[in-house]
C-alpha cells in the first residue's frame, strides 16, 4: 500500500463520513451491492451509529485512511446463534476510485480475517456479483475459494446478476 495510509476499527466519530463513503459506493456500483443507494440514503443517523458496529463482538468495521479522509471500507458480521457462531460474513468492501489498483482491499480482507480469528471465527464467507472481476482478483489473491454460485441474487435496472460463493478457511 502507499505510504501514509492506514486501516483502523471504526469509531463512533466516523459516522458521517462513513454514511457519505458507504452512500457513494451504493450510488456508483449498483450492481455490486445488495442494498439499494435510495433505501440507504432514506436512513436516519441512528441507523449509521449501529452500523458502525463498534461492540467489536458480532460486528468489525474497517476503514482505510489517508489525510484523515476515509477512502476504503470493509465490514464483517458474524451471527451470535450457537451453531452459527463460528461463521462470519464480509460486507461492504469498497475504495474510492483514486485509490484503487492499490491493493487497499486486500489489507482491509486481511484485517477482518484477523478479528474474525480474534473471535474463534473458523470460516469467512463473502459473496460477489460474477462479472466484478476486479473483485473476485482481490478475494482469490486474499485465499477466497469459489464454492457456488447463487442464480439472480441481485436484481437491478431491469437485470438479474448471479453471485460466486466464496470462502476461506481461517
Ligand atoms: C473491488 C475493489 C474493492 C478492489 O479494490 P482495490 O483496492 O483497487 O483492489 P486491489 O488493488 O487489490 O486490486 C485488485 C485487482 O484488480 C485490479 N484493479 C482493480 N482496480 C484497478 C485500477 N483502478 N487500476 C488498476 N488495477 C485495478 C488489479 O489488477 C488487481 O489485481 P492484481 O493485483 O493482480 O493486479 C474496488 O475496485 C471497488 O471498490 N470497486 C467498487 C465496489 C465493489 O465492486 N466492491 C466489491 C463488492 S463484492
Redesign the pocket.
Known amino acids: 500500500m502507499p505510504n501514509g495510509i492506514t486501516i483502523r476499527h471504526a469509531k463512533p466519530a466516523d459516522v458521517e463520513s462513513f454514511r457519505a463513503l458507504r452512500l457513494e ?1 451504493l450510488k456508483n ?1 449498483p450492481d ?2 445488495g442494498q439499494a443507494y435510495a433505501d440507504a440514503a432514506a436512513k436516519e443517523n441512528e441507523y449509521w451509529l449501529n452500523r458502525l458496529n463498534i461492540n467489536e463482538v458480532e460486528d468489525a468495521l474497517f476503514f482505510a485512511e489517508k489525510d484523515s479522509q476515509l477512502i ?1 471500507m470493509t465490514g464483517i458480521h458474524r451471527s451470535m446463534a450457537v451453531k452459527a457462531k463460528h461463521a462470519a460474513m464480509i460486507w461492504g ?3 474510492k476510485p483514486e485509490w ?7 489489507s482491509l480482507i486481511q484485517s477482518c480475517v484477523e478479528w474474525a480469528k480474534t473471535q474463534g471465527v473458523v470460516i469467512v464467507k463473502l459473496a ?2 460474477t462479472g ?1 472481476l ?2 473476485l ?2 478475494y482469490e ?1 486474499c485465499g477466497f475459494k469459489t464454492y457456488g454460485t447463487e442464480p439472480k441474487a441481485i436484481f437491478y435496472d431491469d437485470v438479474y446478476y448471479d453471485e460466486y460463493l466464496m470462502a476461506l478457511n481461517t
Open positions: 459506493a456500483h455490486a451491492f476504503g468492501v469498497y475504495v484503487r489498483g492499490n491493493h487497499i482491499s486486500e460477489v456479483v466484478n476486479s473483485a482478483r482481490c489473491k
